[in-house]
């Protein structure tokens, strides 16, 4: 196996966070491990390791019945395919991957191959905000805007103090920045924070981690967003960053940011 699995456990809820090599984007896949079901958050960027996760959860002995895709960009649903399941996700995210899906695989197949989709495997189910009941377990879904993007999916588990907040937090991972939405995005974090609701946070990228992960992030996005108002360029930018916090990990992430940051030079 080429990627990492961290296992989280609380009472009756066990949930498996898959996060992929560098060349994935090390991007997580959640497994919500129920008592009877797997509940699949995100799909991966590339194929072979949408296989991985899905021979791992094989070996559980349960089937997935649910996949939600919690945003619209590729490292989350690109490796869809793989499971024989249909996707949920927000209506946002419905509308965006059927606007942009296409492109996304045109850009990216000549290059990756095979170890990307064909096409794209678009969502057929809405998920609404909202609380729900799977299999005897208290879920909540919920709406995140004008964060890392426009509009994604989070899925808590209020009663175990669990939450998987996706791409709303990084850890230890450089962030997809191309939104530029520094403040909000902030604003939805120190919202979760002063909440005090959860223990265990689930992030879209790096390992499983506490509350700490907030201020963590917090501080990435304060240094991020002063370091782009003071850079004149994508390099200075870049070395600025890495600089300033040299343990955060995959400059493959971080030079995504360069056609959405600094468009012109791109």
Not at 5 to 20: G, R
Not at 44 to 60: F, M, R, S, T, W
Not at 71 to 85: E, L, S, W
Not at 180 to 198: G, P, V
Request: one cysteine or more; aromatic letters at 10%; hydrophobic letters at 40%.
């Amino acid at each position: 196996m080429q990627g990492n699995f961290a296992v989280t456990k609380v009472n009756d809820l066990t949930i498996h966070t898959y996060t992929s090599p560098e060349n994935g984007w090390s991007v997580n896949s959640h497994i919500v491990e129920l008592p009877t079901q797997l509940l699949l958050v995100d799909a991966q960027l590339l194929i072979p390791y949408a296989k991985e996760v899905a021979g791992y959860a094989a070996e559980l002995g349960k089937p997935i019945t649910w996949l939600y895709v919690t945003h619209h960009h590729p490292d989350h649903y690109f490796g869809a395919q793989v499971f024989d399941i249909k996707v949920s996700a927000l209506h946002q995210t419905a509308e965006m991957i059927a606007a942009t899906g296409d492109a996304y695989v045109k850009a990216m197949h000549p290059r990756l191959g095979e170890l990307v989709p064909g096409k794209v495997h678009k969502p057929e189910i809405v998920i609404a905000p909202g609380y729900d009941v799977i299999d005897g377990v208290d879920i909540e879904f919920i709406h995140s805007t004008n964060a890392e993007t426009a509009d994604a999916l989070m899925i808590a588990f209020p009663k175990h103090g669990v939450i998987i907040t996706q791409d709303l937090i990084y850890n230890n991972i450089h962030a997809f920045l191309g939104e530029m939405a520094f403040e909000t995005w902030r604003n939805d974090i120190k919202a979760l924070q002063k909440s005090k609701a959860y223990d265990h946070i689930l992030p879209g990228h790096g390992a499983p981690g506490g509350p700490e992960l907030y201020q963590q992030m917090l501080d990435y996005l304060e240094l991020a967003g002063n370091v782009y108002d003071q850079s004149k360029s994508f390099e200075e930018f870049v070395n600025l960053l890495t600089s300033a916090c040299p343990n955060r990990q995959n400059q493959i992430v971080l030079k995504v940011n360069e056609r959405y940051l600094y468009p012109k030079k791109s």
